[in-house]
């Protein structure tokens, strides 16, 4: 009987230690490259203003791709190079964003994020902003 359990335990054993060494490590490996921008955590007046941020790449960028999609229940414009709510338009002109925040009417601060990406690659950037409210 201990003999059984003894053959039963090792080879169980074994067969976990091949399901893991088995495993290729790179399909578990999961590198997003960050994006970089020259401006970030901008800060716009209630009144609205643009501002243009430039990412420090020399790949073509993109608000959607293979592994990135804007939500459709926030935007009520998303392409490629456009996106747009309620309080913000983001266009993409080569690697330049242009930020364009609407004016605030409320008293409330609206804190935004816009992600952005390579279309073909696992890369990311964000840009954080806030936009103060009316006094």
Same mark, same amino acid.
């Given at each position: 009987?201990?003999? =059984? /359990?003894?053959?039963?335990?090792?080879?169980?054993? %074994?067969?976990?230690?091949? @399901?893991?060494?088995?495993?290729?490590?790179?399909?578990?490996?999961?590198?997003?490259?960050?994006?970089?921008?020259?401006?970030?955590?901008?800060?716009?007046? @209630?009144?609205?203003?643009?501002? +243009?941020?430039?990412?420090?790449?020399?790949?073509?960028?993109?608000?959607?791709?293979?592994?990135?999609?804007?939500?459709? +229940?926030?935007? @009520? &414009? %998303?392409?490629?190079?456009?996106?747009?709510?309620?309080?913000? &338009?983001?266009?993409? +002109?080569?690697?330049?964003?242009?930020?364009?925040?609407?004016?605030?009417?409320?008293?409330?601060?609206? +804190?935004?994020? /816009?992600?952005?990406?390579?279309? &073909?690659?696992?890369?990311?950037?964000? %840009?954080?902003?806030?936009?103060?409210? =009316? &006094?």
């Amino acid at each position: 009987m201990k003999t =059984k /359990l003894y053959l039963l335990t090792s080879l169980l054993f %074994i067969m976990f230690s091949l @399901s893991v060494t088995s495993c290729d490590e790179k399909n578990h490996i999961n590198v997003v490259e960050e994006l970089k921008v020259d401006q970030n955590n901008i800060i716009f007046p @209630s009144e609205g203003a643009t501002a +243009d941020v430039h990412v420090v790449s020399d790949a073509e960028i993109a608000f959607q791709g293979k592994f990135f999609k804007p939500s459709q +229940d926030y935007y @009520s &414009k %998303i392409s490629d190079n456009c996106l747009e709510c309620s309080w913000y &338009k983001a266009e993409i +002109d080569g690697r330049t964003i242009h930020l364009i925040v609407y004016p605030n009417d409320t008293a409330e601060t609206r +804190d935004g994020m /816009l992600f952005f990406g390579k279309p &073909k690659e696992q890369s990311q950037g964000i %840009i954080y902003f806030t936009q103060e409210g =009316k &006094k």
